[in-house]
């Protein structure tokens, strides 16, 4: 099934999405409207999160693919970092990671 924007209704918080398998969307949806964008958008965060997973982990295989492995997982430490290195190394458990911290100084 592919996923077109002009086709998703608005969602409510409380109602539970139709989209129950990551075939069942298409990541593509340039030239869209805002309104469209939008819509999208809250099509989006209503999927159950296994859907979500799936999703994230195609997108990790693409960028993988496209690069020839020649890739790595910019690691800050928070909860967003930890939760994308979880995922990449669950399918390439050889990427690394680069963490690097950035001191400002603030008193000049």
Known sequence: ????IEDIPVIEASVTPKVQHV???NDE????TTEQK???LKHRQCMPLTVKVELTKRRIREWYEAHDGKVYISYSGGKDSNLL???VRSIYPEVPCVFQIQVWNILN
């Not at 099934?1 to 077109?4: G, K, L, P």
């Not at 949806?29 to 869209?32: D, I, K």
């Open 29 to 32: 949806f340039y030239g869209a």
């Open 1 to 4: 099934m592919e996923f077109i």
């Open 85 to 87: 290195k979880d995922i």
């Open 38 to 40: 939008r819509m999208y």
């Open 23 to 25: 075939s069942q969307v």
